[in-house]
């Protein structure tokens, strides 16, 4: 419920604390585990055939798997691309191996987390920059591609974001973008995706997808969880990793939110 509060009438603290919480993660994750922050998605249990991995990949596979589900309908050869959020680089290393585009900027708001991946990932046209969502530093038509995973229900204003999208994107450009709202909100949510005046290419609700991909992956988050974070601030964690902390499995859940996934172009 508090979580909730804070969400609705509260989202500036929602997201100092969100930062916080990434920064947090930043500082304990030694071993590099938490490269990706995201809730995952599969599609096996629907008969789809799972994405090929390296074998030191696999640990991440869910979490990669949301990535591949939201790279795969665009053509990427040539493509300048720019991920909003990016976290710890986990999505953006992997499409960059996967999909190849000409280069892919990261921008996240954590320093902590930039100086992570500026550590972590050499790759050729692979960059990442500090920023904020809401006030993207980069000229008008920068990029054929911009990418927002998960990241989006955290802005205090989501519409100055959808602007900075727009406004970067080149014409014929496309705007990968998934995340969650609460239930009551999705309308609201996808009223304000059509006054960014975008084309509308392709939208699914990928909520199954999402919690199926939490239940397969739940013991890794919950030892994640248990060997980085303190016991005293394990319960909030919890939270933050879509696990229920008072259940006797740590059962996940999307606290009554829907998972949806776009594909926009600015035509």
């Known amino acids: ?5 804070l969400f609705h009438r509260f989202p500036n603290i929602k997201s100092w604390l969100t930062r916080l919480q990434y920064e947090m993660i930043s500082s304990l994750d030694k071993d590099k585990n938490a490269i990706f922050m995201n809730f995952g998605y599969t ?11 390296e074998q030191d990949e696999e640990i991440h596979r869910y979490p990669m798997q949301l990535y591949h589900h939201v ?11 720019l991920e909003v959020s990016s976290g710890r680089g986990g999505g953006a290393s ?15 708001f954590s320093t902590r987390a930039i100086e992570f991946c500026r550590e972590q990932y050499n ?3 692979l960059k990442f920059h500090h920023g904020n969502a809401e006030d993207l530093i980069f000229p008008d038509n920068s990029f054929d591609v911009v990418v ?4 989006s229900l955290y802005y205090p204003n989501i519409n100055k974001f959808f602007e900075h999208v727009k406004r970067v994107l080149k014409p014929n450009g496309y705007f990968l973008y998934t995340d969650l ?15 960014m005046g975008l084309k509308l290419v392709h939208e699914e609700d990928i909520t199954d997808n999402v919690l199926k991909a939490m239940e397969l992956d739940r013991e890794r988050r919950v030892a994640l969880v248990n060997k980085y974070v303190p016991a005293i601030l394990r319960k909030q964690f919890y939270h933050f990793a879509g696990l229920t902390p008072n259940s006797p499995n740590a059962l996940p ?4 939110r829907r998972y949806w996934y776009f594909v926009l172009q600015k035509v």
């Open 181 to 195: 709202r609460y239930e009551e909100k999705v309308a609201i949510w996808h009223a304000q995706l059509k006054n």
């Open 253 to 256: 859940h999307l606290d009554n």
């Open 148 to 151: 927002n995973v998960e990241a």
């Open 94 to 108: 992997f499409i960059m191996r996967h999909f190849k585009p000409k280069s892919y900027t990261g921008v996240d």
């Open 1 to 5: 419920m508090l979580n909730k509060l």
């Open 43 to 53: 599609a096996h249990h629907q008969g789809n055939d799972p994405i090929s991995l």
């Open 71 to 81: 790279a795969k309908h665009i053509e990427w050869q040539n493509v300048d691309a």
């Open 123 to 125: 790759l050729d046209g």
